[in-house]
């Protein structure tokens, strides 16, 4: 079964370290999000990219960087980690850049800088 | 700025009886419109939809009002059950801008058996 992964599930970083968070999608999706869950905000979009090679800044993209050098995969680096960067992040992939497509999330990784 | 509103973070209801979730939008651009279920520690899931040109969407005990002219929707579930006690997030997006979707903030739902 398709599916998408995040990895790792838990991630405990100390302050001024780089991160990186894996993704993997099994859909051969071309369109694929990253966003960040915290109380009383919701889910925010970080970045997003629409197909290889194409990367976009969403609502809260500063401090975070991503790159697509293949369809599954969109990892997500904290360059400099901050404790303003402890939260749940959560990938997800749909397929098309049409509006009417809903969006598969992975399971989350729990980040947690000290 | 939330684009995206959901004004009650929880929720409470018998099991049985009807769960009444709420949500509000100020982007008159939007033209389509999801709610996803969250329980710990997993990653949301697609529950329903609903796109501008309709003002409802039924499947099975779940149904999606969309008040256009009041930018609000509403997700009804009928009967409610234990089961459905999870946070429920609903999203928003505008063709114009691909398939970004817009978030609220959540509301957490508790089925009291």
């Known amino acids: 079964d398709a599916e998408i992964t995040q990895s790792p599930r838990h991630k405990i970083t100390e302050t001024g370290r780089q991160v990186t968070l894996a993704c993997h999608q099994t859909?051969?999706?071309?369109?694929m999000f990253w966003y960040r869950q915290d109380l009383g905000h919701g889910l925010r979009l970080i970045h997003y990219?629409?197909?290889?090679?194409?990367?976009n800044k969403g609502e809260v993209s500063d401090g975070y960087s991503v790159s697509r050098s293949n369809t599954e995969d969109l990892p997500l680096t904290l360059e400099s980690a901050a404790s303003s960067q402890t939260s749940v992040y959560f990938c997800?992939?749909?397929?098309?850049?049409?509006?009417?497509?809903?969006?598969?999330f992975g399971p989350g990784t729990r980040l947690t800088v000290l | 700025d939330q684009q995206v509103k959901q004004n009650s973070p929880s929720l409470s209801v018998q099991e049985g009886r009807i769960s009444i979730l709420n949500c509000d939008y100020t982007?008159?651009?939007?033209?389509?419109f999801l709610w996803y279920k969250k329980y710990p520690a997993e990653g949301p899931t697609f529950l329903i939809s609903?796109?501008?040109?309709?003002d409802k969407n039924e499947d099975g005990r779940f149904t999606v009002f969309l008040n256009k002219s009041a930018k609000h929707l509403s997700l009804h579930i009928v009967p409610s059950q234990p089961g459905d006690s999870a946070v429920y997030f609903c999203?928003?997006?505008?063709?114009?801008?691909?398939?970004?979707?817009?978030f609220g903030t959540g509301t957490s739902l508790t089925v009291i058996p």
């Open positions: 999203a928003a997006s505008a063709f114009e801008t691909g398939n970004q979707f817009y």
């Open positions: 609903i796109s501008s040109i309709k």
């Open positions: 997800a992939s749909s397929e098309s850049r049409g509006t009417y497509n809903e969006q598969f």
């Open positions: 982007n008159s651009m939007f033209d389509y």
């Open positions: 990219s629409y197909g290889v090679q194409d990367t």
């Open positions: 859909w051969n999706h071309n369109n």
